[in-house]
């Protein structure tokens, strides 16, 4: 379970979170979708401890975040565009990773499988196409097996093949009984893998809950149109 209370975030005069109440279901998938600029990366960030609210508390698995880092150990983060140091060897990060964390992966073999990666591991991490760089940003975040996947935009750089094969492994990530957190502008995919939806709009939630209901609610068959509804309603 993650649970956020009252969450406040400005940066300088701009305030991007706003008071922001959460309980994210421990086993469950949860879409956050919401328009540019929303602050989806922001509380992202913040569940990472990568970010420091001005205000308001966060627990993950009833540990409360006060700037210890143990708890990271649980979650696999893909983030929307992973940042690595550029003359390292992708194989030299992998193992990197695995010194620095003191343990060997679990599925590190049937990851560079499923994203093709067999080829790229001994480039260097400054000359991988964006999709390839998003590639090892999904395998670093899910080789540990981490009980929390927080994904922010991970199918934006991958050719349909890898979306196709890693939204299944997400999948069966689910049912194998992992919390999965969300975010993307593809309305289909949180359709495909999310049973709750959150939406976000100027930083404060605009709905959660079932995204079934948020769809029948709102008198419309797909997801998109629901959101879009609610978003020019709130421009008006
Ligand atoms: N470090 C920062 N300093 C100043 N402003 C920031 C910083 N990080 C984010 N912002 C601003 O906060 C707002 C929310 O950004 P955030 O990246 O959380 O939005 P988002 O919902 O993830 O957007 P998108 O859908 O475009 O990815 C934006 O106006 C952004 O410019």
Known sequence: MIHIQGLNKSFGSLQVLN???LKIPEGQATGIVGPNGSGKTTLIKHL?????PDEGSIEINDIRLNGTYAYRKDIGYMPQMAQYPENMKVRELIDFIIKIRGEEPVFEKELIELFELEKEMNKALRTLSG???????????LMFDPSILILDEPTAGLDPKSSFRFKQWI??????????????HIMSEIEELADYLV????????YHGKQSEFISDNEEQRLEGAVAKILEDTAA
């Not at 760089?133 to 975040?141: D, F, S, T």
């Not at 939406?199 to 605009?206: A, H, I, P, Q, S």
Request: hydrophobic share 35%; proline share 0%; glycine share 14%.
């Open 19 to 21: 008071d922001l109440t």
């Open 48 to 52: 990472l401890g990568l970010v420091k």
């Open 131 to 141: 999709g390839t760089k998003q590639k090892v940003g999904g395998l670093i975040a």
């Open 171 to 184: 999948k069966r990530e689910k049912d194998r009984g992992k919390t999965i957190l969300l975010t993307t």
């Open 199 to 206: 939406l976000l709009v100027e930083g404060r939630v605009r």
